[in-house]
């Protein structure tokens, strides 16, 4: 019998985000594949419906591994329901919780606490 060979298969990181979001702004912190962190802001336009802002927000969250969902109830939720429509993962969502405004700084200080 010939000695074992062990083959190592690299594995892409654990994709995550957090977003906040109100009624006419959002803003997403996820890692990027190279280890940086993004931060991406949402306007809602002017005249856009809610279904228009919505699904920018979740296309610029795109398809996490892992997602916390922050900001207003109603906001909030309308989001995880645009989310879970669009992706199918309801499985997916580790918190959604009520929050007041949260800056750049505490949404990459929440994806660092979720990555580690």
Known sequence: MRGAHRTVVPTAPRTSAVAWIDDRHAVIARNAIDGSIDVTEVDRPGEG???????????????????????????????????????????????????????????????????S
């Open 49 to 115: 419906t809610d279904a228009t802002y919505l699904a920018q927000v979740v296309d610029e969250i795109g398809d996490q591994e892992r997602l916390v969902l922050l900001g207003p109830g109603s906001a909030r939720l309308a989001l995880e329901r645009e989310y879970v429509t669009i992706y199918h993962r309801p499985d997916r969502l580790l918190d959604v919780e009520p929050s007041g405004p949260v800056d750049r700084d505490g949404l990459v200080e929440r994806l660092r606490a979720l990555a």
